[in-house]
């Protein structure tokens, strides 16, 4: 597909001409929900990268987190986080990546996420999911006692939610092997569409922090979680049914338990 191809690139060249070797001192973000932090990288990644969609693609649509993130998703659609994992990007901890997803008419074509610490730009299209252009197939047969998932870190300053994040914690801790946040939803989705883990579960997310990981895991086999209640979510991808099964209750017992008191 063109646009896959085109974008690819896009992505790549923007680590080299905007990212790599820079260091910005974080600036607070303005009129967010959560606690956040955003760079001079950020901000002129994305740049970089919608200035080459609207020049090759003059009338697609743009949800991005820096400059486009209450647009709607409509036609054809670019959805653009240009550093997932700012905070460890601003720390100097490698586990942050770019990542984007084309959707048409609300159906997601293709994802790409570029991981440039460890040199692996990942896509899935619908004949597939890939790395470094191979065809990738996940190892995704696992007990659940002896998987580990990745959940997305807690939000205090939502309270409903951050109830939710730990009784997900808490339960997830007595049934799997082990419990891990790591701060980059790209980075872990990437983990379980290559099968290094076994699942990772976020609550409530961003569509652009959500959607081209999860299209990777989608691609490459796994189970897509998702348990909805009183206008909260529980959302990710797991290697296989029996860890969906497990953490599809352990999700419906974290929602019971907080959203009845909204």
């Known amino acids: ?103 048409v008419d609300g159906q997601t074509n293709f994802a790409v996420v570029y991981v440039p610490t460890a040199n692996k730009l990942l896509w899935a ?21 002896l998987a580990t998932i990745t959940m997305t870190d807690f939000s205090p300053k939502e309270k409903v939610r951050y109830k939710i994040q730990q009784s997900l914690y808490d339960q997830l801790l007595n049934k799997v092997f082990r419990v891990r946040i790591l701060g ?10 290559t099968g290094k883990h076994q699942g990772y579960i976020m609550t409530n997310p961003n569509i652009w922090d959500l959607l081209p990981g999860l299209f990777l895991c989608e691609k490459a086999g796994c189970e897509i979680v998702r348990v909805e209640q009183n206008g909260e979510t529980v959302v990710g991808a797991v290697a296989n049914k029996q860890i969906k099964e497990e953490v599809e209750k352990i999700a419906k017992v974290a929602l019971n338990k907080t959203t009845k008191c909204k």
Not at 62 to 86: H, M, Q, Y
Not at 184 to 193: D, I, K, R
Request: charged share 30%; net charge negative; glycine share 6%.
């Open 184 to 193: 980059s939803a790209g980075c872990e989705f990437s983990c379980v569409a």
């Open 125 to 145: 299209d619908e004949s597939g999911f890939y790395v470094n252009g191979k065809k990738f197939q996940p190892n995704l047969d696992c007990q659940t006692e």
């Open 1 to 103: 597909m063109e646009e896959l191809e085109f974008i690819k690139k896009v992505v790549v060249a923007a680590y080299k001409k905007q990212i790599k070797g820079k260091k910005f001192a974080a600036q607070d973000k303005q009129n967010k929900l959560y606690d956040d932090v955003v760079t001079e990288c950020d901000i002129n990644t994305e740049k970089y990268i919608l200035s080459c969609i609207k020049k090759k693609y003059p009338n697609d649509n743009f949800v991005s987190e820096e400059f486009n993130s209450d647009a709607t998703c409509k036609g054809r659609c670019w959805i653009l986080d240009p550093i997932d994992g700012t905070v460890n990007f601003k720390n100097g901890v490698p586990i942050w990546c770019i990542q984007i997803a084309f959707v």
